[in-house]
């Protein structure tokens, strides 16, 4: 398909400006003007529709296809929320209203909804305070680290070190590197959780803290957990709880009660905010009462009166980590699901996300290599090393997956099991769509067994098969006007 | 009953079966007993319609007032076509582009949002999107650190006071050195910065049009840091480059800014979109994700993530940043509306706030006591100097429907008597007028 510059003709128009209503003309003096115009594409507004519906008619997405990409949480998104997060009130609002004075009754509604939605997080993982400003998982990752690093700080403590489990999120250790700390890995035992005697030959004074997700990247809820705070928190150091698969654990344990000091939630994951091709995203990050004092500013807070203001004034906080007040129409989409569902329905979604794992995983088993051969939490892990015996990897039953219009699971992460198959299927799917997935997952077995080369030429039917990746770094091209 | 939960207890009772256990409590055994929720005191659930009507009570709280508040952030028109398009649930219900084949859409549109922001920008190569204009500011930052393995970063004092308080908070643990140098004459003042200048420094962090709306040449600057082996960091504001000289011209050597004006509402802060472009000897330090062209199997041209192990997922604690989502979303939605408005669209655009804002100038220098600064030039925002305290103006102004203007005292405290004053193409010619005629109101009483 052309790139839309490459449809472009001199002088057509797809929208036109307003007409200018006022008496004079500005001038800019030459040597502050640019010297040739800016070479957007020239299209009518039909030809840019045609142009982006055929380009989005190229994607696979949840409303179209099962999309059990471990990890991910692809699960449906209500439609209800895009509506809301277009209503006028909120889509107009400018962030800077409250920053004037007496500005903030301008934004009492806005106000409100951060306001509520920070008690329902609260209610929700027993932390004792929110900030809802990080702008995606891993913004909420370093802002949570950086908290940790200022509780250190505070305290004198001298520390070098955060320890992350070798199944983590690539976020995990690089947030940590970023935030100033060096990193301690340590790898899982045979049962797929961290192991424990590793983890106690690195705990030192120097350890700020140790991050975890719970449950971890091989869909294991480790059972130690509290005895793993224990050990991080006799030598002053801080639980860090990576919210990814909070999902799994709604109302059946929430990580303040557990151990965890800070810890951030993303909502397009548990929340269902969409995922939008790679974001944007939202991560907000709770804390216990000890690291209140540290949580960025500005925060929201709740007057006498009932109405609402926002306070710069913590002498403690980190600061600034995003210029506003987070992804607001984001957080307002999460604010209506939960609103949504409730207290049960949030119970809901965890025990189904869960059951459909387990069905899934006990249903592949005879046919695929457990990773972990022990109850599942939210997803499952396999491994394709018998398949790839015969010469057919993970990447290649992902590619037939595609020909049956499912999205591949996760393949190749996490990186501690060799082939690696990681399957969510959410709380949204329905048995039907779940056997599917599982009989195409057996026809990729049986061809695997037929016709291993088979797969070479999968898939058939997407617009492309097989780029060549190596071309695409080595002859790198990422901006069509250099390469006309 | 969850309306996202398909399960009937019929199907629910077949997969425990299958499974092997009785319940699905069973599931939950690794969560011992101890380890269960002191409490878990959420509010009951509540139909759509219930929760509908709450949140637009809640939205009808706001207020949206006649705005001249920009201060980064501009409300600009949005074409219709832009959020029908975007609305698509085919690029906003799929994920990263992890699996090329199924996922060509996301990818072209990431391609062509990479080359819209290289032509807007004139610099040799863009990536897929970051957060918001103040964190890519602050990457390029830790950009500009890897590449010179220096430690000192200066930054002017028209860069935008929020930005910069976002650099400092993520380096706070890094022991990097910052210098900041006031404006003068409303532009940056090269005497103190080239005083400031030193072997230790890696960038000079620029805003062009500035905090105050002033435009400047930033050459002379940037080749002076260029003899140092220092790096040159420009903040822009995109519309106004489809008039004024391009970071690229002026020899910057890694751009970034806040892409909110190219179609994206305003939502009370976010999501928004930041952009990063440098040259192309230093793509492998940019950080994020990246689109590039290649070719299929059979030889067609295709789009996949590029260059991925500056990443991450691959590199862990080495990675050039801890990114991961980032806001594809909203790149296509700035690409659509940047491919609506085309080459002439947008220099009539920015045409249309210069002059709308060349008007509002003339028409409050008229006030009594009311001075307009004129040292140096503007884009569609300019400082007005008031003869009394800006924030009670602004306050007065509230009741009459106008959000007047950002109060510069909030953030610079020997500014209390100035505003900012924005002036996008959606402000009327008689909006602009009233608004002359309440603030005159207010100076009198």
Not at chain 1, 41 to 46: R, T
Not at chain 1, 203 to 220: F, K, N, Q, R, Y
Not at chain 1, 417 to 428: A, D, L
Request: some cysteine.
């Amino acid at each position: 398909m052309k790139l839309i510059f490459e449809k472009s003709v001199a002088g057509r128009r797809g929208y036109l400006n307003p007409k200018a209503d006022v008496p004079v003309k500005g001038e800019i003096l030459s040597q502050y003007k640019r010297k040739k115009d800016c070479p957007w594409p020239e299209l009518s507004e039909l030809e840019v529709v045609r142009h982006f519906t055929a380009l989005s008619q190229k994607n696979f997405s949840v409303d179209g296809n099962f999309y059990p990409l471990g990890s991910c949480t692809m699960k449906y998104n209500p439609k209800f929320t895009e509506n809301l997060a277009g209503l006028e009130g909120f889509a107009h609002l400018h962030p800077l209203f409250p920053q004037l004075p007496s500005g903030e009754e301008l934004v009492q509604g806005a106000l409100q909804v951060l306001y509520e939605m920070e008690q329902l997080l609260c209610a929700m993982t027993g932390m004792d305070g929110f900030t809802l400003q990080p702008l995606a998982g891993a913004h909420g990752e370093l802002t949570g680290v950086m908290m940790i690093a200022a509780y250190h700080k505070a305290k004198g403590n001298k520390k070098k070190y955060i320890i992350v489990p070798d199944s983590a999120h690539g976020t995990n250790p690089a947030t940590a590197a970023i935030a100033g700390y060096e990193i301690i890995s340590i790898p899982s035992d045979t049962h797929g959780v961290m192991d424990l005697k590793k983890l106690k030959e690195s705990i030192t004074s120097e350890v700020a803290g140790l991050m975890l997700t719970c449950p971890d990247t091989h869909g294991i809820f480790n059972p130690q957990v509290d005895k793993i705070a224990e050990m991080i928190h006799s030598v002053d150091g801080l639980m860090y709880y990576d919210g990814a698969n909070l999902n799994a654990i709604l109302g059946r344990a929430r990580p303040g009660d557990i151990g965890f000091d800070v810890m951030h939630i993303n909502t397009h994951k548990t929340f269902t905010t969409p995922h939008g091709g790679g974001g944007p995203g939202a991560g907000p990050v709770g804390v216990k009462k000890d690291l209140i004092p540290f949580l960025p500013i500005s925060r929201v807070v709740k007057r006498n009166n009932g109405t609402f203001c926002l306070n710069y004034d913590y002498p403690d906080s980190i600061g600034y980590i995003a210029s506003l007040y987070g992804n607001f129409a984001i957080l307002l989409r999460a604010f209506a699901y939960i609103l949504l569902l409730g207290k049960e329905g949030l119970k809901e979604v965890s025990n189904m996300a869960v059951l459909n794992a387990n069905y899934i995983q006990e249903r592949l088993r005879g046919r695929f290599a457990l990773a972990f051969d022990r109850i599942c939490m939210h997803e499952c892990v396999f491994s394709a090393s018998k398949q790839a015996q015969r010469g057919v990897h993970a990447i290649d039953i992902a590619k037939f997956l595609i020909d049956k219009d499912i999205h591949p699971p996760t393949v190749y992460f996490p990186l501690t099991v060799k082939e690696s198959i990681m399957i969510e299927p959410t709380e949204t799917e329905s048995k039907q769509t779940i056997d599917a997935f599982i009989e195409a997952m057996f026809e990729a077995d049986d061809l695997s067994q037929k016709n291993p080369q088979a797969f070479a030429d999968l898939p058939q039917t997407t617009p492309i098969c097989r780029p060549d990746e190596v071309k695409a770094a080595r002859e790198l091209n990422v901006n069509f006007f250099a390469h006309p | 009953m969850v309306p996202y939960i398909p399960h009937t207890n019929k199907e629910i009772e077949e997969m425990l079966v299958t499974i092997g256990v009785k319940s699905v409590d069973d599931l939950f055994a690794d969560i011992k007993p101890h380890l269960a929720p002191k409490s878990f005191n959420l509010p009951s659930g509540q139909s759509e319609f219930e929760v509908v009507e709450y949140i637009k009570k809640l939205g009808a709280k706001n207020k949206l007032l006649i705005s001249f508040v920009g201060g980064g952030f501009y409300d600009h028109y949005i074409p219709a076509a832009v959020s029908a398009l975007v609305s698509r649930s085919e690029f906003y219900t799929a994920y990263t582009p992890y699996q090329p084949e199924c996922a060509q859409g996301t990818l072209q549109a990431l391609y062509e949002f990479q080359s819209s922001i290289c032509a807007l920008t004139e610099m040799e190569v863009a990536n897929a999107s970051l957060y918001d204009g103040g964190t890519a500011l602050y990457e390029a930052a830790m950009m500009a650190i890897r590449l010179t393995k220096r430690n000192k970063i200066i930054m002017d004092g028209g860069v935008s006071p929020i930005y910069r308080k976002i650099v400092k908070t993520y380096t706070s643990n890094l022991h990097f050195e910052f210098g900041e140098t006031a404006v003068v004459h409303g532009q940056s003042d090269r005497e103190e910065i080239y005083r400031l200048l030193d072997k230790k420094t890696a960038a000079i962090i620029l805003q062009n049009p500035n905090f105050f709306g002033a435009i400047d040449d930033h050459s002379d600057i940037i080749q002076k840091a260029h003899e140092l082996g220092i790096l040159v960091i420009e903040s822009v504001y995109p519309i106004s480059l489809g008039l004024l000289k391009t970071p690229a011209e002026m020899g910057a050597d890694i751009v970034t800014g806040e892409g909110q004006s190219l179609g994206l509402p305003l939502n009370f802060g976010g999501p928004y979109l930041g952009f990063i472009a440098t040259k192309k000897q230093f793509i492998r330090q940019m950080p994020g994700r990246m689109v590039g062209e290649t070719v299929d199997k059979k030889g067609r041209r295709c789009f996949v993530n590029t260059l991925q192990a500056r990443e991450q997922h691959i590199r862990r604690e080495k990675a050039t940043s801890n990114i991961c989502t980032n806001v594809s979303l909203c790149a296509v939605q700035a690409l659509i509306f940047m491919s609506l408005l085309g080459k002439e669209g947008l220099k009539e655009l920015a045409q249309l706030n210069l002059d709308k804002a060349e008007f509002a100038r003339q028409t409050l220098e008229k006030i009594p006591n009311v001075t307009v600064k004129r040292s140096s030039p503007t884009f569609n925002e300019f400082a007005v100097c008031l003869p009394v305290d800006a924030s009670l103006v602004i306050e007065a102004m509230t009741k009459k429907g106008f959000a007047a203007g950002f109060p510069l005292g909030r953030y610079y405290p020997d500014m209390k008597n100035y505003m900012i004053v924005a002036v996008t193409e959606k402000r009327t010619k008689e909006e602009i007028l009233n608004y002359a005629k309440a603030l005159e109101e207010v100076l009198k009483s």
